[in-house]
């Protein structure tokens, strides 16, 4: 892998052309050197194609019809090029130098499958400005992670059947495959949390955590996976990480003071 290995940033969008300025401000922000980004519009009716098509050159701009952000996000997989993959979803935002620290981690540890920095949760206050509403913690969320395309062969894609929860899928699949997961103590995800959130107001079963679980024991009882698998030195907990529970921790901290 090269200095600048070619990252590719995936990003599904349904209906969601207002976070788009500050989304793909937010990837030029990163002053990457060498990504691909590639915008796939899950049937959006908001006049996404004509924003993303008089975009920069390096987005590349895919339209599907409607079938949820798991089928999006492997569209994207399928027609990206770099050797590693990064996800940003289109209403969240990165710290500037995410991609570059966790390329360099990369870089450095050849034996890891991917990198994961902090994240915090963001809202919008009456003022119109963006607050911190949580302090930085570590969970499954894409966008803090960079990964190897590696992860992706070996593990599969995500489960389009899921309409929730597919990454925690895909993580849970990668522990018990032995990829390994190096944790960068910098924040990397600026998670924005807001009404329209595909997750709000969802309960664990809503979400399909419990049946991710099931899937999990089905495959443990078949033999298709060692209880702890022989290349990781962590537990599952301390690969999945925790959450933030209520998703606002009441601080009130500008995100951009």
């Given amino acids: 892998m090269s200095a600048h290995s070619l990252i590719s940033v995936i990003a599904p969008a349904f209906n969601a052309t207002a976070f788009y300025d500050a989304w793909l401000g937010s990837i030029q922000c990163q002053r990457y050197p060498n990504l691909e980004v590639v915008l796939v519009d899950d049937g959006s009716t908001d006049g996404l194609r004509e924003r993303a098509q008089s975009g920069p ?35 969240d935002l990165w710290e500037p130098g995410h991609l570059n620290r966790l390329a360099s981690a990369l870089q450095a540890e ?22 911190f509403c949580s302090l930085p913690y570590r969970f499954i969320n894409l966008g803090s992670f960079v990964f190897r395309r590696q992860v992706f062969d070996e593990c599969g894609v995500f489960e389009e059947g899921m309409r929730f929860a597919e990454d925690f899928d895909l993580i849970v699949r990668c522990w018990e495959r032995g990829m390994r997961k190096l944790d960068i103590d910098e924040l990397s995800l600026l998670y924005h949390r807001h009404e329209a959130n595909m997750t709000s107001g969802k309960s664990v079963i809503e979400m399909g955590v419990v049946a991710i679980y099931k899937r999990h024991l089905d495959r443990l009882r078949a033999g298709k996976v060692k209880p702890m698998p022989e290349r990781l030195e962590v537990g599952y907990s301390e690969y999945i990480g925790r959450s933030v529970w209520p998703f606002d921790e009441g601080i009130r901290e500008p995100v951009c003071p």
Wanted: proline share 4%; charged share 25%; hydrophobic share 45%.
């Fill in 57 to 91: 050159s390096f987005l590349r701009y895919l339209r599907q019809e409607n079938r949820g952000p798991a089928a999006a996000r492997n569209a994207a997989i399928a027609a990206s090029t770099g050797d590693l993959i990064a996800f940003l979803d289109i209403d």
């Fill in 110 to 131: 050849p034996d890891f499958h991917m990198a994961q920095g902090l994240i915090r949760n963001f809202l919008h206050g009456d003022d119109g400005r963006a607050y």
